[in-house]
């Protein structure tokens, strides 16, 4: 989802687009990695690549860390070793939800599930091989292509299906165009360290977010059920609170991304796949 965000919109701006599929490159196999970066001596790297499955996450381990941790490591010394730039995406779920109101940079992650520990795991290899590199967080990432619950939260509802959401879980929303303007735009200004990337607002829950999506696409909410937490006894933990803010982006002047519900309408109006009940 985010990989086809990136490519169409780095496109959009004129730039020569190298996107690789898992197919084409195995970002676990260093030497593949290296291979792979004398053909294509690329100039910015945006590694969207990574192990999603947070509940297949607590058996695979070796198959989740290969992808969120060995990966991006080796991603990261090409990309040093090659002099590009390179940006690498995490997740708000290196929180443990503990804090009252929204993480910034500053806080220190406490990662609870396997998932959450390899994207952490990876932040760390990375910023060791390449101190130059851009580790960006984000969080509740929806939009065209999104096979996650987020993005087909539309083509549920405009199907008439009855679905139920949590209500007491917190997060802020990312558009996935959005968030790979900033990728972009990161990879660019050769920045480095940690940066929160969400929209702007006040966050919200799941079941906020789907009530959003009702009223902007003309939905029936009452197709929506509050839910909680727990009694989904799924198997790997989840942060209760993940919203996420961003001190470092303000520091380097960077804009605020636009307001989620501004977003969420763009995603609703632009007749994309998912809100049309394709796949």
Known sequence: MVARAAAKYCRSRGDEV?????????ISDREAVLVAFARIRPSIVLNCAAYTNVDGAETNVEQCFAANAVGPENLAA???EFESAFVTISTDYVFDGGKDGFYTENDEPDPQSVYARS???????????????VIVRSGWIYGEFGTNFLSLIPDLLSNGKN???????????????????RLRE???MKASGVFHVTNEGPGTSYYEFANAAADIGG????LIEPTSMKSLERPAPRPANSRLASL?????????LRDWRDALSEYLGQGNANAKGGK
């Not at 190298?18 to 195995?26: I, K, N, Q, S, Y």
């Not at 959401?165 to 968030?179: E, K, M, N, Q, R």
């Not at 470092?248 to 605020?256: D, V």
């Open 18 to 26: 190298a996107a690789l599929t898992r197919a084409d490159l195995d």
């Open 78 to 80: 090409a990309s040093k």
């Open 119 to 133: 994207k952490y795991v990876g932040e760390q290899r990375v910023a060791t091989v390449d101190p130059g590199a």
């Open 163 to 181: 679905i139920s959401v949590i209500a007491d879980s917190f997060g802020t929303p990312t558009y996935a165009f959005d968030l790979a303007v």
């Open 186 to 188: 990161l990879g660019e």
């Open 219 to 222: 939905l029936d909410r009452r």
């Open 248 to 256: 470092r982006s303000r520091e380097l002047g960077l804009a605020p």
